[in-house]
């Protein structure tokens, strides 16, 4: 009697997930050609280097979220994600983590503006609010004063 060997076919590997960590310098060519793909405002994006997260595969860059901080305030903006890794959860993990960042720094209120993405950041405890209502710094932001338009809608976050 001899023994019969199956032969195991090799296991499928699930894909590793995107590693976050914090930007350096040399992730923001990177960083700046994500955002302009995604359409989304690039203005003084490097004056903010030192509070913005990104999400890679390897070496390449997938996703991004940044922090414009000022004081007890902070706006969220830049959240984008690589077309192939949409859909997978990678831009609520980055989000998620920008909060989280926001925490450690001391924020109460965490401000955004959207055009497209009005459904995303409730999830997250982000409500419309009038501009009226924004800190005086983050109004003054470059975000607010020149990158997006009037009519984008302005959400915010009490993480106190």
Request: with cysteine; charged share 20%; aromatic share 4%.
């Amino acid at each position: 009697m001899g023994q019969e060997y199956h032969r195991l076919e090799p296991l499928a590997r699930d894909p590793v997930p995107p590693v976050i960590a914090p930007a350096t310098p040399a992730d923001l060519p990177a960083i700046l050609q994500l955002l302009e793909v995604s359409k989304l405002p690039r203005a003084e994006l490097e004056r903010h280097i030192g509070t913005t997260l990104v999400a890679k595969e390897g070496k390449q860059l997938v996703g991004t979220a940044a922090l414009e901080l000022y004081g007890a305030a902070a706006l969220l903006r830049s959240v984008a994600v690589a077309a192939e890794q949409r859909g997978h959860g990678l831009g609520q993990t980055l989000t998620a983590a920008a909060l989280d960042l926001a925490h450690r720094r001391g924020v109460h209120t965490v401000y955004l503006l959207t055009e497209t993405a009005a459904n995303f950041f409730p999830k997250f405890g982000f409500r419309p609010i009038p501009r009226s209502d924004v800190d005086q710094a983050v109004l003054r932001s470059p975000e607010f004063t020149t990158a997006c338009p009037q009519s984008a809608l302005v959400m915010a976050r009490s993480l106190s």
